[in-house]
């Protein structure tokens, strides 16, 4: 497994990949590897003949007032995690290389980012959106895979592929949940015993809104009002947003009439949770 | 020569030339190509194997006063002069095919717009730094070619390709002047024969600003008086911008310790006309 550091290195090899008529499949993450990260990796193997993963904390996406100082971080595990699952290469880039001295260029989208986690988090999407653009043309992938919990940050990617005419197929990888249905995340370590009890609400309501709506309800202020009422129900959770909404668009919804997007976003003790669920009837 | 007008069709073939081990050059147009552009096709032809042309009046580089619906158009002669110049490929892309009907993702820089032409164009750098981000992704060379007579969107095109990590050499060609000094330039075509004279106080100016700094002169406010009353001398002119800056960040220079850009922007009627030096002392 090579593992590289240099952005010119990693181009070089992608190139001489591509060259050569290999395919290669992308996994973008921030390390902290966990089995939500693994079953992108085994997505991406299964359909290009090389895997590459980078493990970057990009600090553009994160807010002044947000975690990253504290993001979890366990490089030599993600390495053993990647061999084991036969990444062809890492790539472990440093926050200089990537952004220098007169760094001034960003990716931004008009409306997807005025939704959701964008509410709350207001340079995030901006700070996903230009990393990402940076990588693709770094690791030159043939297709780049990312997983459904970040519902909105897949909905973002796939919008500035399309608009930006990168050729780069983009595969939304369905969420990894631990046996009792709660969405795999690296903040998740971050959860004292008590509060990963009260971390499951985020699941429990998306699966009780399904229900309502499997039994024909289409009002949607009705729907997410019970969800709130059982997340309020649960000790040290503060709702950031609970939105059900077009998955295309993420604009709300009020009347159900088609499959609609519920997402929410929930303070759990300190750890912000997110998880979503698209709800059929 | 291969003149292609889809998107996709341009990717596949400069995706084909690359896995062939073919080098790209790329010179992006507005169309209506004078010798200036020629100059910069010649460029490329020297410098790679396959040489391809744009040609796309992109309108999210103009404002909502501006030139869009009067710019000059003469395809067929562009595309004969192509031909003559053996250039391989020429896309010729439809609005509708760049920017689709949900399209909302920009490419921005935060400082280099906010001097020169940036200052009465306000989105212009933004229209141009996303087009060449796409038509990079579309066309895929190795090398682009762009006329130094835009200096500020040569500027901006560099530090984007090197932002957004482009593996990609931005070459700069020298501006290509009428016999009389005159920067060559599509706009030029809209000139009245009185207003074609008067054109000449751009050129004239960096002119006599160039021999005030070769006698000795380092305050640039005594050049860029003396460039104005120059300017104004000359009927039907009205001077947008007249600076003396950094060649790198643009910023303004009040002394002249060491190579200088000098920059102007003037409407001779109604056409607004460009040009730019060096000064050297």
């Given at each position: 497994m090579n593992v590289l550091q240099m952005p010119a290195d990693m181009q070089s090899h992608a190139e001489a990949l591509r060259r050569k008529g290999r395919t290669i499949a992308f996994v973008p993450t921030m390390g902290f590897l966990h089995e939500g990260h693994l079953s992108l990796i085994r997505e991406g193997r299964q359909r290009c003949d090389d895997v590459i993963v980078s493990i970057f904390i990009n600090?553009?996406?994160?807010?002044?007032?947000?975690d990253l100082d504290n993001y979890p971080r366990n490089l030599q595990k993600d390495l053993t995690l990647c061999r084991e699952l036969a990444v062809n290469t890492v790539f472990t880039p440093d926050n200089a290389a990537l952004y220098g001295d007169h760094y001034q260029t960003c990716v931004t989208l008009?409306?997807?980012?005025?939704h959701l986690c964008g509410l709350s988090r207001p340079v995030h999407f901006r700070g996903v959106a230009t990393i990402v653009t940076k990588l693709f043309n770094i690791v030159k992938p043939h297709i780049a895979v990312f997983g459904r919990k970040d519902f909105q940050q897949l909905a973002v990617i796939r919008q500035m592929t399309q608009d930006l005419n990168f050729n780069i197929q983009i595969v939304g990888s369905p969420t990894v949940r631990e046996p009792d249905g709660l969405a795999m995340s690296s903040r998740n370590a971050y959860l004292k015993p008590e509060q990963r009890v009260s971390a499951l609400c985020l699941f429990k309501s998306l699966q009780m809104a399904q229900e309502m709506v499997r039994q024909g309800e289409k009002d949607t202020r009705k729907i997410l009002a019970a969800a709130k009422t059982l997340i309020d129900s649960h000790p040290e959770t503060q709702i950031d947003y609970i939105t059900i909404c077009d998955?295309?668009?993420l604009e709300d919804i009020s009347e159900i009439s088609r499959p609609v997007l519920m997402a929410l976003a929930v303070k759990v003790g300190r750890p912000r949770l997110i998880d979503n669920m698209i709800l059929n009837s």
């Open positions: 600090p553009t996406q994160f807010g002044p007032d947000e008009e409306k997807l980012p005025n998955p295309d668009t």
